[in-house]
């Protein structure tokens, strides 16, 4: 090799050398995120793993794995999160079945070195590094009972349809419903039962069927899932106690504006789904790549959504919940 070719070489060689010195660790390897939803086929979740993958290709070294159980079961996402811990994933960002059931797997995943976070519904403290709340609980909950009350005009007969008996989310809410329903301008509000219909459309149906048999005068079903809000709206149209019976609660509008158009709906709400699910695998890559570590006060990068603080309790929540009704249903029906 004569001088020059072996100078240009030596070039080329230094190059790459500092091509590959500057991609950080983080960057040159590739990381595997999974999204654990609560069940699968349901639109809320398919809207977040949307989110998820803009993150994870905005990422670039992200491979996305997304999965859940059949039906909304803490035994479901324990059997796939030992399947998820032989695929030695980097991050698991789980929305929980149950907030107990889970700490134990989670606290193997830990174990392995895997990252695991909760969003949507949370896993207790212990079993994982922070949670991300869609927006703020008593907000959510008060939420719904504002809506439901200027509905009925602040009176009548109410129930709520939930989601699991032991789902993180819905529960939390209820709470906050039950709370809000004690200040004195609710007064002409009966809350007269709750039952659930485990985010399965045809179970939500029966007991929305279940309550309007109970309770022949009740006013009012409040749902704060996205599964039992559709089908107690079908319902009411179904039974033709549209204008008898008013339907609220959580909802896609993709799944809502025709329940609002035919009027089984007057209000609804939610946030962005898609904005949650990017929201969640971002934060996951912070703690897989570990640029977070799940401290009280300290920010963890969310990407376009900015940053979130975690609280004492390793929670943070996102923006405030958007109201739908007939005259903007058809817009947001376009996005989620
Ligand atoms: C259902 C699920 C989810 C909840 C939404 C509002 O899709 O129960 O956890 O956040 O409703």
């Known amino acids: 090799m004569n001088r020059r070719a072996w100078i240009l070489g030596l070039a080329a060689f230094g190059t790459i050398a500092i091509g590959v010195a500057s991609l950080t660790d983080a960057q040159a390897r590739r990381y595997k995120i999974a999204m654990l939803v609560k069940?699968?086929?349901?639109?809320?979740?398919?809207?977040?793993?949307?989110?998820?993958?803009?993150?994870?290709?905005?990422?670039?070294?992200?491979?996305?794995?997304?999965?859940?159980?059949?039906?909304?079961?803490?035994?479901?996402?324990?059997?796939?999160?030992n399947s998820l811990i032989a695929q030695r994933v980097n991050a698991i960002a789980v929305s929980a079945n149950d907030p107990n059931a889970l700490v134990a797997i989670s606290k193997r995943a830990a174990s392995r070195g895997i990252k695991v976070i909760s969003w949507d519904s949370g896993i207790a403290?212990?079993?994982?590094?922070?949670?991300?709340?869609?927006?703020?609980?008593?907000?959510?909950g008060r939420k719904q009972i504002e809506m439901m009350s200027a509905t009925l005009g602040g009176k009548g007969k109410i129930a709520i349809l939930s989601a699991t008996a032991q789902?993180?989310?819905?529960?939390?809410?209820?709470?906050?419903?039950?709370?809000?329903?004690?200040?004195?301008?609710?007064?002409?509000?009966?809350?007269?039962d709750t039952v659930y219909g485990d985010d399965q459309s045809d179970k939500s149906y029966r007991e929305a069927q279940g309550l309007l048999t109970k309770y022949p005068d009740l006013k009012g079903i409040i749902a704060p899932t996205t599964v039992g809000i559709a089908a107690a709206a079908k319902y009411v149209i179904d039974q033709k106690l549209v204008g008898k019976v008013f339907v609220s609660g959580l909802g896609l509008p993709?799944?809502?504006?025709?329940?609002?158009?035919?009027?089984?709906?007057?209000?609804?709400?939610?946030?962005?789904?898609?904005?949650?699910?990017?929201?969640?695998?971002?934060?996951?890559?912070?703690?897989?790549?570990?640029?977070?570590?799940?401290?009280?006060?300290?920010?963890?990068?969310?990407?376009?959504?900015?940053?979130?603080?975690?609280?004492?309790?390793?929670?943070?929540?996102?923006?405030?919940?958007?109201?739908?009704?007939?005259?903007?249903?058809?817009?947001?029906?376009?996005?989620?």
Do not use: C
């Not at 069940?39 to 949307?50: C, D, Q």
């Not at 939390?172 to 009966?190: F, H, N």
């Open 125 to 140: 403290k212990e079993g994982r590094l922070m949670h991300l709340n869609p927006s703020n609980t008593a907000l959510i």
């Open 39 to 81: 069940s699968l086929g349901n639109g809320f979740f398919e809207a977040a793993r949307t989110g998820g993958e803009e993150a994870a290709k905005q990422l670039g070294n992200v491979d996305l794995i997304y999965t859940g159980p059949t039906a909304a079961t803490a035994e479901g996402q324990i059997e796939q999160m």
């Open 254 to 336: 993709s799944e809502m504006a025709g329940y609002v158009k035919a009027g089984a709906v007057d209000t609804f709400a939610l946030w962005n789904p898609i904005d949650l699910g990017y929201s969640a695998v971002f934060a996951a890559y912070q703690f897989a790549t570990n640029k977070a570590r799940g401290r009280a006060g300290e920010k963890v990068s969310i990407g376009r959504m900015g940053t979130i603080t975690l609280d004492a309790n390793l929670e943070a929540p996102m923006g405030e919940p958007f109201t739908f009704n007939k005259d903007n249903v058809d817009k947001f029906a376009k996005a989620f």
């Open 167 to 192: 789902a993180t989310n819905q529960n939390a809410w209820i709470v906050a419903m039950k709370e809000t329903l004690k200040d004195p301008k609710y007064a002409g509000l009966e809350l007269v």
